[in-house]
């Protein structure tokens, strides 16, 4: 059974720096490329950044560019995501998901169940 | 404002059939597949469709997908209480270099 367990939420204070972790398994986590999504309090669902297997590729959307980095440690069968320069705007439930493959299309087949993240002083 | 759109809300009695749409433009929903997504807050998103028409391996028939040209829909038929959630559909999009979500809508079982 795949499962993905997301941890590292909490409060921060504005500026400040978070590592997000998803702890995969049931499936070979260094097949699959992995994505974060995020989903704000009141808001829909945001895609954050995209990990491929095509050269270790990543993607970010814009709001996060240049603040957040996504990474894997595939001998812990882990996915990160550090947050850099947090921003009010950037509280929210975060979630990693498995793709379907190793690119960037791949759809999201499975889900953890999210970790929150506050940015307040 | 979302770059793919979808109604905001939707509603329909048990056994009804309801639609989704979700609108975009070539750079996604035109030049990609679109994938469906069911989500309860507060818990994991669950994949409903994914490439425009295809059911994951335990999702009911009641659910089917489909698209044409910039536009795709989510259809519920036969519908029941336990369908109250909110749906939303995404695709990648060329110019953009990422993701995009629909802004969600809230399925409301009457």
């Known amino acids: 059974e795949v499962r993905l367990v997301d941890s590292g939420g909490g409060l921060v204070q504005p500026g400040g720096s978070l590592r997000l972790s998803c702890a995969a398994s049931g499936f070979t986590f260094r097949s699959y490329a992995m994505t974060w999504v995020r989903q704000a309090p009141g808001k829909g669902l945001e895609w954050v950044s995209t990990l491929t297997l095509v050269g270790d590729t990543t993607y970010y959307a814009d709001s996060v560019k240049g603040r957040f980095t996504i990474s894997r440690d595939n001998s812990k069968d882990t996915l990160y995501l550090q947050m850099n320069s947090l921003r009010a705007e950037d509280t929210a439930i975060y979630h990693c998901?498995?793709?379907?493959?190793?690119?960037?299309?791949?759809?999201?087949?499975?889900w953890g169940q999210g970790t929150l993240v506050t940015v307040s002083s | 404002q979302s770059v793919l759109t979808q109604p905001p809300s939707a509603s329909g009695t048990p056994g009804q059939r309801v639609t989704i749409s979700c609108s975009g433009s070539?750079?996604?929903?035109?030049?990609?597949?679109v994938h469906w997504y069911q989500h309860l807050p507060g818990t994991a998103p669950k994949l409903l469709i994914y490439?425009?028409?295809q059911r994951p391996s335990g999702v009911p028939d009641r659910f089917s997908g489909s698209k044409s040209g910039t536009s795709a829909s989510l259809a519920i038929s036969g519908l029941q209480s336990e369908d109250e959630a909110d749906y939303y559909c995404a695709t990648w999009d060329d110019s953009l270099n990422g993701w995009v979500f629909g802004g969600g809508t809230k399925l409301t079982v009457l």
């Open positions: 490439s425009n028409t």
């Open positions: 998901a498995k793709q379907s493959g190793g690119s960037r299309w791949n759809n999201f087949d499975h």
């Open positions: 070539r750079s996604n929903i035109g030049d990609n597949t």
